[in-house]
Protein backbone atom coordinates (compact mmCIF):
# COMPACT_ATOMS: atom_id res chain seq x y z
CA UNK A 1 0.00 0.00 0.00
CA UNK A 2 2.91 2.58 0.80
CA UNK A 3 6.36 2.27 -0.70
CA UNK A 4 8.95 1.50 1.70
CA UNK A 5 11.13 4.36 1.78
CA UNK A 6 14.42 3.48 -0.07
CA UNK A 7 15.43 6.80 -0.87
CA UNK A 8 16.41 9.60 1.24
CA UNK A 9 19.05 12.57 0.75
CA UNK A 10 20.73 15.21 2.97
CA UNK A 11 20.56 19.03 2.46
CA UNK A 12 20.19 22.16 3.94
CA UNK A 13 16.94 24.08 4.90
CA UNK A 14 14.58 26.36 3.35
CA UNK A 15 11.45 27.67 3.63
CA UNK A 16 9.11 28.54 1.18
CA UNK A 17 5.01 29.54 0.40
CA UNK A 18 3.25 26.99 -1.62
CA UNK A 19 1.40 28.25 -4.82
CA UNK A 20 -0.65 26.54 -7.53
CA UNK A 21 1.34 24.74 -10.38
CA UNK A 22 -0.70 23.99 -13.66
CA UNK A 23 1.12 20.52 -15.70
CA UNK A 24 1.68 21.42 -19.07
CA UNK A 25 -0.55 20.01 -21.75
CA UNK A 26 -3.28 19.82 -19.23
CA UNK A 27 -6.80 20.98 -19.00
CA UNK A 28 -8.72 23.61 -15.81
CA UNK A 29 -9.16 21.25 -13.03
CA UNK A 30 -9.98 22.21 -9.11
CA UNK A 31 -7.94 25.50 -7.92
CA UNK A 32 -7.63 24.63 -4.01
CA UNK A 33 -3.75 25.06 -2.35
CA UNK A 34 -2.92 22.89 0.92
CA UNK A 35 -2.42 24.20 4.25
CA UNK A 36 -0.38 22.41 6.85
CA UNK A 37 -2.02 20.89 9.91
CA UNK A 38 1.24 19.21 11.44
CA UNK A 39 4.99 19.60 10.90
CA UNK A 40 7.81 19.61 12.83
CA UNK A 41 8.89 17.93 15.82
CA UNK A 42 6.03 16.37 16.98
CA UNK A 43 4.17 12.87 18.36
CA UNK A 44 5.00 11.28 14.97
CA UNK A 45 7.63 10.29 12.44
CA UNK A 46 5.85 9.57 9.79
CA UNK A 47 2.25 8.74 9.05
CA UNK A 48 1.21 6.23 6.75
CA UNK A 49 -3.08 6.52 6.69
CA UNK A 50 -5.62 9.10 7.38
CA UNK A 51 -9.45 8.67 7.68
CA UNK A 52 -12.28 11.30 8.82
CA UNK A 53 -15.69 10.32 10.29
CA UNK A 54 -16.32 14.02 9.90
CA UNK A 55 -15.16 17.54 9.78
CA UNK A 56 -14.24 17.52 14.03
CA UNK A 57 -13.18 13.63 13.91
CA UNK A 58 -10.12 12.21 12.22
CA UNK A 59 -7.21 9.69 12.42
CA UNK A 60 -3.92 9.28 11.37
CA UNK A 61 -1.64 6.71 12.08
CA UNK A 62 2.04 5.83 11.58
CA UNK A 63 4.93 5.58 13.61
CA UNK A 64 8.06 7.31 15.95
CA UNK A 65 11.14 5.81 17.18
CA UNK A 66 10.16 2.11 16.57
CA UNK A 67 6.91 2.43 17.98
CA UNK A 68 3.52 3.31 16.95
CA UNK A 69 1.78 6.17 16.47
CA UNK A 70 -2.35 7.33 16.25
CA UNK A 71 -3.32 10.58 15.79
CA UNK A 72 -6.15 12.42 16.76
CA UNK A 73 -8.25 15.41 15.21
CA UNK A 74 -10.69 17.07 17.36
CA UNK A 75 -11.49 19.69 14.92
CA UNK A 76 -8.95 22.10 16.05
CA UNK A 77 -5.64 20.52 16.00
CA UNK A 78 -3.81 16.80 15.72
CA UNK A 79 -2.26 15.32 18.65
CA UNK A 80 -1.61 12.19 19.83
CA UNK A 81 -4.33 9.74 20.62
CA UNK A 82 -4.54 8.95 24.69
CA UNK A 83 -7.83 6.80 24.84
CA UNK A 84 -7.15 3.81 26.93
CA UNK A 85 -6.96 0.10 25.78
CA UNK A 86 -4.07 0.82 23.12
CA UNK A 87 -1.20 -2.12 22.77
CA UNK A 88 2.14 -0.90 21.66
CA UNK A 89 3.25 -2.29 18.69
CA UNK A 90 5.73 -1.26 15.92
CA UNK A 91 3.43 0.82 13.39
CA UNK A 92 0.17 1.52 12.81
CA UNK A 93 -0.21 1.21 8.91
CA UNK A 94 -3.99 1.60 8.18
CA UNK A 95 -7.09 3.42 10.10
CA UNK A 96 -10.82 3.27 8.84
CA UNK A 97 -12.95 5.75 10.40
CA UNK A 98 -16.89 4.68 10.09
CA UNK A 99 -17.84 7.24 12.30
CA UNK A 100 -16.54 9.05 15.76
CA UNK A 101 -17.54 6.06 17.57
CA UNK A 102 -16.58 3.18 15.09
CA UNK A 103 -13.04 3.11 14.51
CA UNK A 104 -10.58 0.52 13.21
CA UNK A 105 -6.60 0.77 13.21
CA UNK A 106 -4.41 -2.10 11.91
CA UNK A 107 -0.70 -2.50 12.96
CA UNK A 108 2.19 -4.94 13.43
CA UNK A 109 5.75 -6.10 14.32
CA UNK A 110 7.97 -7.71 13.58
CA UNK A 111 6.14 -11.34 14.08
CA UNK A 112 2.66 -10.22 14.82
CA UNK A 113 -0.60 -8.10 13.91
CA UNK A 114 -3.07 -6.37 15.97
CA UNK A 115 -6.43 -5.02 15.30
CA UNK A 116 -8.18 -2.73 17.33
CA UNK A 117 -11.15 -0.62 17.15
CA UNK A 118 -12.67 2.59 19.20
CA UNK A 119 -15.80 2.30 20.24
CA UNK A 120 -15.76 6.40 20.92
CA UNK A 121 -14.15 5.71 24.69
CA UNK A 122 -11.55 3.51 24.34
CA UNK A 123 -9.54 0.78 22.09
CA UNK A 124 -10.20 -2.70 22.20
CA UNK A 125 -8.11 -5.75 20.19
CA UNK A 126 -10.37 -7.57 17.74
CA UNK A 127 -8.89 -11.14 17.16
CA UNK A 128 -7.69 -11.31 13.66
CA UNK A 129 -7.30 -14.46 11.18
CA UNK A 130 -4.74 -14.92 9.25
CA UNK A 131 -0.58 -15.31 9.44
CA UNK A 132 1.14 -11.52 9.68
CA UNK A 133 1.86 -10.94 5.89
CA UNK A 134 5.52 -11.06 5.76
CA UNK A 135 5.35 -9.60 1.92
CA UNK A 136 3.53 -6.82 2.67
CA UNK A 137 2.95 -6.16 6.49
CA UNK A 138 1.81 -3.06 5.67
CA UNK A 139 -1.84 -4.46 4.66
CA UNK A 140 -5.03 -2.82 3.51
CA UNK A 141 -8.44 -1.87 6.09
CA UNK A 142 -11.62 -0.43 5.03
CA UNK A 143 -14.72 -0.42 7.29
CA UNK A 144 -18.61 0.80 6.21
CA UNK A 145 -21.45 0.24 8.40
CA UNK A 146 -21.80 -3.52 9.01
CA UNK A 147 -18.25 -4.85 7.79
CA UNK A 148 -14.78 -4.51 8.21
CA UNK A 149 -12.50 -5.25 4.74
CA UNK A 150 -8.75 -6.61 5.20
CA UNK A 151 -6.31 -7.49 2.77
CA UNK A 152 -2.79 -9.04 2.42
CA UNK A 153 -1.94 -12.56 1.34
CA UNK A 154 -6.11 -13.54 1.23
CA UNK A 155 -8.85 -11.51 1.53
CA UNK A 156 -10.64 -11.02 4.66
CA UNK A 157 -14.50 -10.14 5.77
CA UNK A 158 -15.74 -9.00 9.46
CA UNK A 159 -18.84 -8.94 10.18
CA UNK A 160 -21.05 -9.60 13.39
CA UNK A 161 -18.15 -10.76 15.04
CA UNK A 162 -17.01 -13.33 12.88
CA UNK A 163 -14.63 -13.70 9.92
CA UNK A 164 -14.97 -15.10 6.23
CA UNK A 165 -11.65 -15.96 4.41
CA UNK A 166 -11.55 -15.64 0.55
CA UNK A 167 -8.00 -17.35 -0.26
CA UNK A 168 -5.97 -15.77 -2.97
CA UNK A 169 -3.57 -17.86 -5.19
CA UNK A 170 -0.01 -18.56 -4.70
CA UNK A 171 2.37 -15.06 -5.03
CA UNK A 172 -1.26 -12.78 -5.19
CA UNK A 173 -0.82 -9.99 -2.52
CA UNK A 174 -4.05 -7.53 -2.15
CA UNK A 175 -2.40 -3.93 -1.61
CA UNK A 176 -5.36 -1.69 -1.26
CA UNK A 177 -9.21 -2.25 -0.74
CA UNK A 178 -11.93 0.27 -1.45
CA UNK A 179 -15.83 -0.51 0.03
CA UNK A 180 -18.36 1.57 -1.50
CA UNK A 181 -21.33 -0.99 0.74
CA UNK A 182 -20.83 -3.98 3.40
CA UNK A 183 -22.17 -5.71 0.03
CA UNK A 184 -20.10 -3.67 -2.75
CA UNK A 185 -16.32 -3.56 -2.58
CA UNK A 186 -13.00 -3.78 -4.78
CA UNK A 187 -9.53 -4.80 -4.07
CA UNK A 188 -6.45 -4.58 -5.99
CA UNK A 189 -3.05 -6.29 -5.42
CA UNK A 190 -0.48 -8.22 -7.64
CA UNK A 191 0.34 -10.94 -8.67
CA UNK A 192 3.98 -11.18 -8.08
CA UNK A 193 7.05 -10.76 -9.31
CA UNK A 194 6.35 -7.06 -10.90
CA UNK A 195 8.59 -7.72 -13.60
CA UNK A 196 6.12 -10.94 -14.86
CA UNK A 197 3.47 -10.82 -12.64
CA UNK A 198 0.47 -8.64 -13.13
CA UNK A 199 -2.26 -6.82 -11.48
CA UNK A 200 -5.15 -8.62 -10.07
CA UNK A 201 -8.69 -6.89 -9.43
CA UNK A 202 -11.63 -8.36 -7.23
CA UNK A 203 -15.22 -7.63 -6.32
CA UNK A 204 -17.04 -8.28 -3.29
CA UNK A 205 -21.01 -8.56 -3.65
CA UNK A 206 -21.76 -9.49 -0.19
CA UNK A 207 -21.21 -13.01 -0.79
CA UNK A 208 -17.79 -13.65 -2.43
CA UNK A 209 -15.02 -12.45 -4.35
CA UNK A 210 -15.04 -12.43 -8.01
CA UNK A 211 -12.05 -11.59 -10.00
CA UNK A 212 -12.27 -8.89 -12.66
CA UNK A 213 -10.44 -8.73 -16.50
CA UNK A 214 -6.72 -7.89 -15.97
CA UNK A 215 -5.97 -3.99 -15.81
CA UNK A 216 -4.08 -2.85 -18.94
CA UNK A 217 -1.50 -1.20 -16.90
CA UNK A 218 2.19 -0.48 -18.46
CA UNK A 219 4.04 -3.63 -18.02
CA UNK A 220 5.89 -3.61 -14.73
CA UNK A 221 3.73 -1.63 -12.95
CA UNK A 222 3.27 -2.09 -9.31
CA UNK A 223 -0.90 -1.77 -8.27
CA UNK A 224 -1.30 -1.06 -4.94
CA UNK A 225 -4.28 2.11 -5.24
CA UNK A 226 -8.35 1.17 -5.77
CA UNK A 227 -10.85 3.94 -5.53
CA UNK A 228 -14.61 2.77 -6.05
CA UNK A 229 -17.38 5.18 -6.81
CA UNK A 230 -20.74 5.25 -6.28
CA UNK A 231 -22.10 5.53 -10.00
CA UNK A 232 -19.88 2.46 -10.61
CA UNK A 233 -16.47 3.47 -11.49
CA UNK A 234 -13.81 1.97 -10.18
CA UNK A 235 -9.78 3.15 -10.25
CA UNK A 236 -6.67 1.04 -10.25
CA UNK A 237 -3.18 2.90 -9.99
CA UNK A 238 0.15 2.01 -9.15
CA UNK A 239 3.85 2.97 -10.71
CA UNK A 240 6.59 1.37 -12.71
CA UNK A 241 10.38 2.06 -12.57
CA UNK A 242 11.43 3.78 -16.04
CA UNK A 243 14.32 2.51 -18.14
CA UNK A 244 18.11 3.76 -16.96
CA UNK A 245 16.79 4.89 -13.51
CA UNK A 246 14.54 7.65 -14.91
CA UNK A 247 11.69 9.03 -13.29
CA UNK A 248 8.75 6.87 -12.31
CA UNK A 249 6.19 5.98 -14.43
CA UNK A 250 2.69 5.86 -12.57
CA UNK A 251 -0.46 4.67 -14.51
CA UNK A 252 -4.29 4.78 -13.27
CA UNK A 253 -7.04 2.75 -15.25
CA UNK A 254 -10.86 3.14 -14.88
CA UNK A 255 -13.31 0.27 -14.76
CA UNK A 256 -16.77 1.35 -16.11
CA UNK A 257 -18.32 -2.37 -15.58
CA UNK A 258 -17.35 -3.12 -18.76
CA UNK A 259 -14.14 -2.39 -19.92
CA UNK A 260 -10.81 -0.61 -18.73
CA UNK A 261 -9.84 2.45 -20.23
CA UNK A 262 -6.40 4.43 -19.58
CA UNK A 263 -6.81 8.01 -17.71
CA UNK A 264 -3.07 8.26 -17.02
CA UNK A 265 -3.06 11.42 -18.93
CA UNK A 266 -0.47 14.06 -18.38
CA UNK A 267 0.16 12.33 -14.85
CA UNK A 268 3.49 11.63 -14.51
CA UNK A 269 6.95 11.41 -12.71
CA UNK A 270 5.60 10.43 -9.62
CA UNK A 271 5.67 7.35 -6.99
CA UNK A 272 2.07 7.09 -7.15
CA UNK A 273 0.46 6.66 -3.04
CA UNK A 274 -2.50 7.14 -2.76
CA UNK A 275 -5.57 8.02 -5.00
CA UNK A 276 -8.96 9.20 -3.90
CA UNK A 277 -12.22 10.41 -5.56
CA UNK A 278 -12.91 13.97 -5.05
CA UNK A 279 -17.03 12.56 -4.46
CA UNK A 280 -17.49 15.15 -7.96
CA UNK A 281 -16.40 12.44 -10.43
CA UNK A 282 -12.67 12.87 -10.45
CA UNK A 283 -9.82 12.37 -8.51
CA UNK A 284 -7.27 13.27 -6.03
CA UNK A 285 -3.27 11.99 -6.51
CA UNK A 286 -0.50 11.93 -4.58
CA UNK A 287 3.16 10.17 -3.30
CA UNK A 288 6.49 11.40 -3.79
CA UNK A 289 7.21 13.65 -7.14
CA UNK A 290 10.10 13.22 -8.87
CA UNK A 291 9.66 15.68 -11.77
CA UNK A 292 12.73 17.76 -10.58
CA UNK A 293 15.55 15.27 -9.39
CA UNK A 294 17.20 17.78 -7.45
CA UNK A 295 14.85 19.54 -5.81
CA UNK A 296 11.97 18.68 -3.40
CA UNK A 297 8.66 19.93 -2.90
CA UNK A 298 5.35 17.65 -2.51
CA UNK A 299 2.60 17.77 -5.01
CA UNK A 300 -1.26 16.38 -5.21
CA UNK A 301 -2.59 16.00 -8.76
CA UNK A 302 -6.67 17.08 -9.37
CA UNK A 303 -8.23 14.83 -12.06
CA UNK A 304 -11.32 16.57 -12.93
CA UNK A 305 -12.41 13.55 -15.33
CA UNK A 306 -11.06 14.77 -18.32
CA UNK A 307 -7.15 16.17 -17.58
CA UNK A 308 -4.77 16.32 -14.65
CA UNK A 309 -3.85 19.43 -13.03
CA UNK A 310 -0.21 19.34 -10.67
CA UNK A 311 -0.83 21.47 -7.19
CA UNK A 312 2.29 22.04 -5.10
CA UNK A 313 1.14 21.16 -1.45
CA UNK A 314 2.48 23.39 1.29
CA UNK A 315 6.03 22.66 2.53
CA UNK A 316 7.42 22.59 5.72
CA UNK A 317 9.93 25.22 7.09
CA UNK A 318 12.07 22.90 8.36
CA UNK A 319 12.31 20.53 5.34
CA UNK A 320 15.05 19.30 3.57
CA UNK A 321 14.75 21.03 0.24
CA UNK A 322 16.69 18.46 -2.07
CA UNK A 323 14.94 14.98 -3.31
CA UNK A 324 13.57 12.45 -1.97
CA UNK A 325 12.61 14.30 1.08
CA UNK A 326 8.89 14.48 0.75
CA UNK A 327 6.85 11.38 0.93
CA UNK A 328 3.18 11.94 1.45
CA UNK A 329 1.30 8.18 1.80
CA UNK A 330 -2.41 8.55 1.64
CA UNK A 331 -5.47 11.17 1.26
CA UNK A 332 -9.07 11.30 2.45
CA UNK A 333 -12.15 13.45 2.54
CA UNK A 334 -12.13 15.76 5.66
CA UNK A 335 -15.31 15.48 6.49
CA UNK A 336 -18.42 16.15 4.39
CA UNK A 337 -17.19 19.83 3.45
CA UNK A 338 -15.23 18.54 -0.34
CA UNK A 339 -11.67 19.58 1.57
CA UNK A 340 -9.22 16.42 1.96
CA UNK A 341 -6.26 15.62 4.51
CA UNK A 342 -3.05 14.44 3.06
CA UNK A 343 -1.02 12.48 5.30
CA UNK A 344 3.28 11.06 4.74
CA UNK A 345 6.47 12.68 6.01
CA UNK A 346 9.31 14.39 5.12
CA UNK A 347 13.46 15.06 6.13
CA UNK A 348 14.96 17.28 7.79
CA UNK A 349 18.79 18.65 6.73
CA UNK A 350 21.34 17.12 8.24
CA UNK A 351 22.91 18.21 10.87
CA UNK A 352 26.99 18.83 12.10
CA UNK A 353 26.83 15.44 13.07
CA UNK A 354 25.65 13.94 9.70
CA UNK A 355 22.29 13.09 11.13
CA UNK A 356 19.00 13.78 9.71
CA UNK A 357 15.33 13.35 11.17
CA UNK A 358 12.11 12.23 9.38
CA UNK A 359 9.05 14.43 10.56
CA UNK A 360 5.52 13.06 10.37
CA UNK A 361 3.73 15.72 8.03
CA UNK A 362 -0.08 16.37 7.65
CA UNK A 363 -1.43 18.72 5.20
CA UNK A 364 -5.71 19.67 4.43
CA UNK A 365 -6.60 21.68 1.56
CA UNK A 366 -7.90 25.04 2.17
CA UNK A 367 -10.80 25.05 -0.23
CA UNK A 368 -13.55 22.39 -1.66
CA UNK A 369 -11.96 20.60 -5.29
CA UNK A 370 -15.29 19.82 -6.23
Avoid at 196 to 212: K, R, S
Avoid at 326 to 338: N, T
Amino acid sequence: MHVRHLLRATTVSVALTATLLTAGGTGSAATSSWELSLSGDSAAESLMSVSAADADHAWAVGRKAMHGVIMRWDGGSWSADTAPGLPDVWQWSAVSAVSADDVWAYGSDEDSQTLVHYDGERWSTVPTVGALDRSWPEVPLDAVPGRLFKGGDALYTYADGSWQTFALPPLVDIRDIDAVSADDAYATGMQYPVNGGHPVVYHWDGTTWTLLPQPPLRTGTDAAEIVATADGSVYVGGWADAENAGAPVPGIVRWDGTDWQDVTGSLGELYLESIASDGAGGLWATGSDKSNGVRSEPFVWHYDGTAWTKQAAALAPDAEPRWPSYWLHDLAPAGDSGTFWAVGDYDTPMDGQGDTEIHGLIERSTTSGN
